[in-house]
């Protein structure tokens, strides 16, 4: 379903485009403690946060989209409402947009307790892929190091 304003862009499209999320992730996981990296990570994940809400705000305006409170309450009415063709695309964004804030935050903590980056990298990797199995496995991890103090001058 095209976007209001973008008509000539379908959601398969769009999927294309949503994948190019991966070199943000590879960036994440080499130079997690790069400044510049922080500042392309923020910028992608307020897009696709961004991008998520203007899908949603489509997928509810359209008569294609089940009503999600009249569904949601049940196992088979959140099935119906995954089959539902104008919900595919702001699911998978709403994941690529969730996961990427996590992993943000994974880096950014990592680094102020100075987690070893080769721990960091299958944690990101798991939060790419699984997103709550990576955040638990460094959940678990970062009991190990504790915050650095930051002396006032």
Do not use: C
């Not at 696709?48 to 509810?60: E, G, K, M, W």
């Not at 690529?96 to 990797?125: C, E, K, M």
């Amino acid at each position: 379903m095209p976007l209001p304003g973008l008509p000539n862009l379908i959601d398969q499209d769009l999927f294309q485009s949503v994948n190019a999320v991966l070199p943000v992730w590879i960036l994440l996981a080499v130079a997690p403690r790069w400044r510049v990296t922080h500042h392309v990570v923020t910028f992608a994940a307020g897009f696709y946060s961004l991008l998520y809400t203007l899908l949603l705000i489509n997928a509810i305006q359209t008569t294609d989209a089940p009503d999600a409170l009249e569904v949601m309450g049940s196992w088979e009415g959140v099935a119906k409402l995954l089959r539902t063709e104008v919900i595919v695309l702001p699911a998978w964004v709403h994941y690529i947009a969730f996961d990427l804030w996590t992993g943000r935050w994974i880096a950014l903590d990592s680094s102020s307790r100075g987690v070893p980056q080769l721990l960091l990298i299958p944690i990101l990797f798991a939060t790419l892929m699984a997103g709550p199995v990576g955040l638990l496995a460094y959940l678990l991890l970062r009991g190990f190091w504790t915050e650095k103090k930051v002396k006032a001058e």
